[in-house]
């Protein structure tokens, strides 16, 4: 619609009053000038032609141009989206639902006069924008259980350009608004009618949850709870820590006022290292419309504590000063050692005052404090006369329930030990034949040990990369038995014929793990090896991963599953990777995989394990319901158990849609920052329109399309003409008068 | 040594280090004395015969302990005999320095230093304060001394919490010499016969902590080391 046209000119101000006041006072001398020649009146005229003359080629050579301007109101398309999630459902003790009342007020007059005003155009809002027709708007239902509005909107960009993007919603949302996010959305100004102020909903809410940033086993750890309620201040309730339906720990806690945070702490100690899946929950109040948010998952990872370690020795030694220095140097472990620094028959001409020796207080060590303890090393160590046959069984007891044990060789160890008539010689993967060999059973020299293919693959020998993978030579070994079935030999010392002494060789004993190493110059891997330009890294990883399979790291289990996603929503499966290798970290056909899920509710199933690869199964199941579902694995061979492995995904939906029920103004405020636009809150209709259309107006007031057409007033004729006309005129006149 | 051991082989040697120039041998003989009395007195089970030595022997990375010593200025190593020695000692060698001399600034501890400083120019020797473990590996030594008795204490090189070097200005090796007919070849100046005895505890401790490191540091031995000290 044209609704007006203007002329206008591109002269100067300046420029043309200049020129005014020139032409003026050049007209009063020119004026004055011809007076005195001729009269009055004719000088007058002349004065006057020759004066707009002048004028009309000033015009000429400034160039003005003649500027048409047309204006025209357009109606713009305005983008109205309603958010169709869950929690519009509610109705926070008022009469209608968040969504009825947003269907209220689009359906009021008074909207109808703003739309009036734009091309509305409607859609939907949930994860995406859905368009939808006016007509469809009484039809929506509050059902889709999760919300993404940054997600959403970036979809506004195909709302055709509208003049503003007005959204009703509540804020419930079940996607961080992140900075990069709001960074992506489209530069429409956004207007946001919040829903569900002056709501009155019952609710108690764990807000957050916060775990230890790390739990040891058998140490209290501490979990902050953040609590808040709406209508329920004062109500006293339980607050529970639970591992399936077993409550560990419930305090109770005063709920606080609307708007109020309350922090409670719960204290519970992990009775050994492994995964828990916990849950905080408070029970479901009278009259609480949202339950969700009573409880929060809580996945807890113990591990140990600092790795205890009882290094006993027969007598100082390089082995154990090298050992020491390996241990030491480790900050995970903490190291008690005793070396038997003096015997019976050594003498010494010094009162004992003078002696910087203590008794070695065994019977306290094994008999009361070997169960603190997470392995024991014996290097070469005699048992007697130091610990009788009782003290040796507190050994084996140890083993057999959990505990890792090291035999490292020397004279000492083995059959120079005796220990072939204890309870120990059991415990050890090689085994000890009752009569030592007539050649003694210590060989004192130098050999070149070799890898078995299960020390090849074995992680403990990964600092032997710089030599090619094969071990440094040594210096003297301990005859034994051969390796007992089921123990596997990493390194052996071939002996000629087709013979070898095993060298380094892992088993099992009950639910402990034993290293047996049949040498006391492994320390050369250090020393010799370092004045062989490669450093003494093949030793101190073998200490370091022998500590760690010996203590039954997960970095270092045969078995391990991964699952591909540790949170999951609604319809997701539980999908993980199980790796499992045989004790020689190869995988091995005899090895039998065994797993089961466990429910949030302590229900268990058997998984059917499908082999990917060799020693890769794939395990999916489908999460029935939310909360923590527990992966468990066990891999076997001939029912004998040598490997556990567990893992915890969650369940959770709708993810934090009902995190919090009423009105979510901070994020929704969150939305709207650096960016045009406006929060109101949708309440009576009258107010809330006016307020609209006022925020409206201020945000979509760019005025009404323009268009100028220019057209330059010097190439139009008529002022040619005209200037021909006024130099004629004054021409003739001047010649009637006389005049040159 | 214990019957079921008749086959073991005595693990702790005695290395001595042989330079060229200088006299690297002040005290042939006190070497055999010494090992028989750790021998004597510990668990240690040591190598009969003491171990001579170059920096230039493949041999240098099978001992980890080195013992060196002399009364003169002896010729500089060379650079590669020097890498080989910071090699030795970074990787976990022991290296004990005895001035033979007793002469401060002169001769073979002016040599010493010098060589020292090249090997480990990062660090340099100090003081060893009177709680270092060395003074209660096994004997509680309250005393520094030698065959003399030039400087009241040690000095050490540490690196990384463990004192690689351990240098005695008082000729600890000549409390242990002997001639041919058992008589004791240097007197013991100013403490006789006493000083001697307590050279001979220094020694043994410095060769257990050789061997055990800071073992005497650990805490359950604490109570029992502040109860005798």
């Given at each position: 619609m044209t609704f007006g046209d203007t002329i206008g000119g591109s002269f100067s101000p300046l420029w043309a009053g200049a020129a005014v006041a020139l032409l003026a006072a050049f007209a009063v001398w020119h004026y004055l000038a011809l007076r005195s020649r001729v009269s009055v009146t004719r000088a007058l005229a002349l004065a006057i032609l020759r004066c707009t003359a002048i004028a009309l080629v000033l015009v000429l050579i400034a160039g003005p141009r003649v500027v048409r301007r047309t204006f025209q109101q357009v109606r713009r398309p305005l983008a109205v989206a309603v958010d169709t999630t869950r929690s519009m459902g509610l109705s926070g003790g008022l009469e209608h639902s968040r969504l009825d009342r947003v269907r209220g007020f689009l359906g009021s007059g008074a909207f109808s006069r703003i739309a009036a005003g734009f091309v509305p155009a409607y859609f939907s809002i949930s994860e995406s924008l859905t368009?939808?027709?006016?007509?469809?708007?009484?039809?929506?239902?509050?059902?889709?259980?999760?919300?993404?509005?940054?997600?959403?909107?970036?979809?506004?960009?195909?709302?055709?350009?509208?003049?503003?993007?007005?959204?009703?919603?509540?804020?419930?949302?079940g996607a961080s608004v992140r900075a990069e996010a709001l960074a992506a959305l489209p530069d429409v100004p956004l207007v946001i009618v919040g829903v569900g102020a002056g709501e009155r909903t019952l609710d108690a809410e764990?807000?957050?949850?916060?775990?230890?940033?790390?739990?040891?086993?058998?140490?209290?750890?501490?979990?902050?709870?953040?609590?808040?309620?709406?209508?329920?201040?004062?109500?006293?309730?339980?607050?529970?820590?639970?591992?399936?339906?077993?409550?560990?720990?419930?305090?109770?806690?005063?709920?606080?006022?609307?708007?109020?945070?309350?922090?409670?702490?719960?204290?519970?100690?992990?009775?050994?290292?492994?995964?828990?899946?916990?849950?905080?929950?408070?029970?479901?109040?009278?009259?609480?419309?949202?339950?969700?948010?009573?409880?929060?998952?809580?996945?807890?990872?113990?591990?140990?504590?600092?790795?205890?370690?009882?290094?006993?020795?027969?007598?100082?030694?390089?082995?154990?000063?090298?050992?020491?220095?390996?241990?030491?140097?480790?900050p995970s472990l903490d190291v008690v050692s005793f070396i038997i620094l003096r015997t019976a028959s050594d003498a010494v001409d010094v009162p004992q005052q003078d002696l910087s020796l203590i008794p070695f207080p065994t019977q306290k060590i094994f008999l009361e404090e070997l169960p603190n303890f997470d392995l024991l090393v014996f290097d070469n160590f005699a048992s007697q006369p130091y610990l009788p046959s009782a003290y040796l069984d507190k050994v084996e007891e140890f083993v057999r329930r959990g505990g890792g044990f090291w035999m490292l060789g020397g004279p000492l160890s083995y059959?120079?030990?005796?220990?072939?008539?204890?309870?120990?010689?059991?415990?050890?993967?090689?085994?000890?034949?009752?009569?030592?060999?007539?050649?003694?059973?210590?060989?004192?020299?130098?050999?070149?040990?070799?890898?078995?293919?299960?020390?090849?693959?074995?992680?403990?020998?990964?600092?032997?990369?710089?030599?090619g993978g094969e071990p440094p030579p040594l210096r003297g070994y301990n005859v034994t038995g051969p390796a007992r079935p089921g123990a596997v030999v990493l390194a052996e010392v071939p002996l000629g014929g087709g013979q070898s002494q095993p060298l380094i060789v892992l088993g099992r004993y009950g639910n402990g793990r034993v290293l047996s190493v049949l040498t006391d110059s492994l320390w050369d891997w250090a020393f010799a090896e370092a004045g062989r330009g490669r450093g003494s890294r093949a030793y101190l990883a073998f200490v370091r991963q022998a500590v760690r399979w010996s203590i039954g790291d997960p970095q270092l289990q045969p078995l391990r599953i991964e699952p591909e996603r540790v949170k999951l929503s609604p319809g997701d499966p539980i999908r993980a990777r199980i790796r499992v290798l045989g004790e020689d970290f190869l995988p091995s056909a005899r090895t039998e995989l065994s797993a089961t899920l466990r429910g949030p509710g302590g229900e268990s199933r058997a998984l059917v394990p499908a082999l990917e690869a060799p020693g890769v199964y794939r395990i999916e199941a489908l999460a029935a319901g939310e909360g923590s579902w527990e992966i468990a694995a066990e891999a076997s061979v001939r029912g004998a158990i040598y490997a556990r492995a567990s893992a915890t995904v969650s369940a959770s939906w709708p993810p934090e849609e009902f995190r919090s029920p009423g009105l979510n103004r901070p994020a929704l405020t969150a939305l709207l920052s650096g960016r045009r636009g406006a929060f109101l809150e949708l309440g009576e209709t009258g107010a809330t329109a006016a307020a609209l259309e006022k925020t409206l107006d201020e945000l979509t007031a760019s005025g009404p399309n323009e268009r100028a057409d220019a057209k330059p007033l010097a190439e139009m004729l008529p002022v040619f003409l005209a200037l021909l006309t006024v130099l004629a005129a004054e021409w003739i006149l001047r010649r009637r008068t006389g005049l040159d | 040594?214990?019957?079921?051991?008749?086959?073991?082989?005595?693990?702790?040697?005695?290395?001595?280090?042989?330079?060229?120039?200088?006299?690297?041998?002040?005290?042939?003989?006190?070497?055999?004395?010494?090992?028989?009395?750790?021998?004597?007195?510990?668990?240690?089970?040591?190598?009969?015969?003491?171990?001579?030595?170059?920096?230039?022997?493949?041999?240098?990375?099978?001992?980890?302990?080195?013992?060196?010593?002399?009364?003169?200025?002896?010729?500089?190593?060379?650079?590669?005999?020097?890498?080989?020695?910071?090699?030795?000692?970074?990787?976990?060698?022991?290296?004990?320095?005895?001035?033979?001399?007793?002469?401060?600034?002169?001769?073979?501890?002016?040599?010493?230093?010098?060589?020292?400083?090249?090997?480990?120019?990062?660090?340099?020797?100090?003081?060893?304060?009177?709680?270092?473990?060395?003074?209660?590996?096994?004997?509680?030594?309250?005393?520094?001394?030698?065959?003399?008795?030039?400087?009241?204490?040690?000095?050490?090189?540490?690196?990384?919490?463990?004192?690689?070097?351990?240098?005695?200005?008082?000729?600890?090796?000549?409390?242990?010499?002997?001639?041919?007919?058992?008589?004791?070849?240097?007197?013991?100046?100013?403490?006789?016969?006493?000083?001697?005895?307590?050279?001979?505890?220094?020694?043994?401790?410095?060769?257990?902590?050789?061997l055990c490191g800071d073992y005497k540091q650990d805490r359950i031995h604490t109570p029992f080391l502040r109860q005798r000290i």
């Open positions: 368009p939808i027709a006016r007509e469809g708007i009484g039809a929506l239902l509050p059902q889709e259980p999760r919300t993404d509005l940054a997600g959403a909107l970036r979809g506004a960009g195909g709302t055709g350009e509208p003049a503003a993007l007005v959204l009703f919603t509540d804020g419930g949302h764990i807000a957050a949850v916060e775990p230890p940033a790390i739990a040891f086993a058998g140490q209290v750890v501490q979990i902050q709870v953040l609590l808040r309620a709406s209508g329920l201040a004062g109500r006293s309730v339980p607050l529970l820590l639970k591992r399936g339906e077993q409550v560990l720990v419930s305090r109770t806690v005063v709920l606080p006022a609307d708007g109020q945070d309350l922090r409670a702490v719960l204290e519970w100690t992990p009775p050994a290292p492994g995964s828990y899946p916990l849950v905080v929950q408070l029970p479901v109040q009278d009259g609480e419309q949202i339950v969700d948010n009573n409880r929060a998952e809580l996945p807890i990872e113990a591990v140990r504590d600092k790795i205890r370690v009882l290094l006993v020795t027969g007598y100082p030694s390089w082995s154990y000063r090298f050992l020491r220095g390996a241990l030491k140097g480790d059959l120079g030990g005796r220990y072939q008539q204890s309870s120990i010689a059991p415990v050890l993967p090689v085994e000890l034949p009752q009569t030592p060999p007539a050649a003694g059973a210590f060989r004192d020299l130098p050999v070149q040990p070799r890898l078995t293919p299960a020390g090849r693959n074995h992680p403990f020998f990964q600092g032997l990369a710089d030599n | 040594m214990r019957p079921e051991q008749q086959d073991a082989v005595k693990r702790f040697a005695f290395a001595q280090l042989r330079y060229p120039g200088g006299d690297w041998d002040t005290h042939p003989s006190g070497p055999a004395l010494f090992i028989r009395e750790i021998e004597r007195m510990t668990s240690i089970e040591v190598e009969p015969e003491r171990r001579e030595i170059t920096l230039t022997d493949p041999e240098l990375f099978s001992y980890p302990f080195l013992y060196v010593s002399g009364r003169r200025d002896f010729t500089p190593f060379t650079q590669a005999e020097i890498e080989r020695l910071r090699t030795w000692i970074e990787a976990g060698g022991t290296l004990v320095a005895d001035d033979a001399a007793g002469t401060p600034g002169y001769g073979f501890d002016a040599a010493f230093r010098r060589e020292l400083a090249r090997a480990m120019p990062m660090a340099h020797l100090e003081r060893l304060p009177a709680d270092h473990t060395i003074f209660k590996a096994f004997f509680l030594v309250r005393t520094v001394a030698g065959a003399r008795v030039v400087s009241p204490f040690l000095e050490g090189l540490t690196i990384q919490g463990r004192t690689a070097v351990i240098y005695s200005p008082n000729d600890l090796l000549g409390a242990f010499a002997r001639d041919p007919l058992g008589r004791w070849v240097d007197p013991c100046a100013p403490g006789g016969e006493r000083q001697r005895r307590l050279a001979f505890h220094l020694g043994v401790n410095i060769v257990m902590y050789a």
